[in-house]
């Protein structure tokens, strides 16, 4: 955390401040952020300071083909290492499963709905994907929706819509070019679209991003304080849940350069179910697989009347840049590791041909 504006810390005047992206959706979820931290913390003050990603700027080239790993995330991680802000706001699915070093997810965020939604031109808002005329164009730059959804509606053709949500809805309404959109729900919702969303998909139809749907929120491994007031913020459930699918899509070493998607619920006995696929880019070969862990067997883990000093204070490396939480550290090294066996399972059948060929036709075709 930054001392106050005259550089001194009287201890009541810290200004904690806040990188962001500067798209509508990134700002609002900055300031969904910032509006949890203040009532957590009333005496805090904060400052949002907006840039500009290299996925902000180019923005005429498909996300999967940019073949940058951090492409949402790198400046604002660089403004971290340099000081110039104290925490940055993520989509959690934007991050990669390695972090650069020194830097961890202090929170996640609770997960709104981590579905896929379509989006329709208005002339066909009475149709859904199975009725739309054959042919008709999808636009979605994200090679994990164009695999399963190739797949399930052959007849359907797809292409790569780029920009922020504003401009895609535009390029959407405004041109014949797309007869609907295929977008997250949590960006819809965020942006206050809802009403627009013609169809839900289902998971056997297309599964959802690793950690899509949740915020993480980053900062210094070092900056013990922030860590600590970051910490209320976490949601213990999406929190296992993502740690199993950034464990799986760690193993498989997938990215945004190949189709890997999963599916993960914890059930009201605890049971963590993980679903997890790779696909080839046309969609015609298909490997998905589930496994499940009790979430709370495993959680008899910590003393808490051990005091905190003597817990832990950095995360152990398999997290996936995750702090571990407070009372839950053994469940979240073992849903890390039910990704981590989940994908090595997808390995041995066969996934490290698909994702490797995917990736090749990826690069190849332009
Ligand atoms: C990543 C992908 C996309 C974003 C790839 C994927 C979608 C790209 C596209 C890794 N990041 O999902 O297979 O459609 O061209 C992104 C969105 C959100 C975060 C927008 C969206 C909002 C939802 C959230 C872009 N990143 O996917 O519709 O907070 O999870």
Redesign the pocket.
Known sequence: MSDNKNGQNNGSESVLRIGSRDSE?AMK?TNMVKDALQKIHPNLKFEIVTMKTK?DKILDV???KIGSKS??TKELEVALENNQVDIVVH????LPTTLPEGMVIGAVTER?D?R?AVIMHPKYSDCKLATLPKNSVI???????GAQLKRKYPSLSFQ???GN?NT?FRKLDEADDYAA????????V?MGWKERISEYLEDDVCM????????AVECREGDADTVELLSPLSHQNTTLRTVAERGFMRTLEGG?SA?V?VHTKITDKGELHLKGGVWSLDGKEELVETMSMNTRESNLDEDPSEPRAKRPKTPPENFCGLVPLRDCQFSMSQAYSLGVTLAETLLERGARKILSEAKAGNAAVS
């Open positions: 959706l979820q996925g498909a996300l999967s492409l949402f989509s959690l699915k934007d709104e981590p896929d636009g979605t730059s994200s090679l994990r929706r790569s819509v780029r949500l895609r959109l295929v977008l997250a729900v949590a960006g819809v965020r959802y991003a690793v950690g899509q749907g949740a915020l945004c189709p998607a």
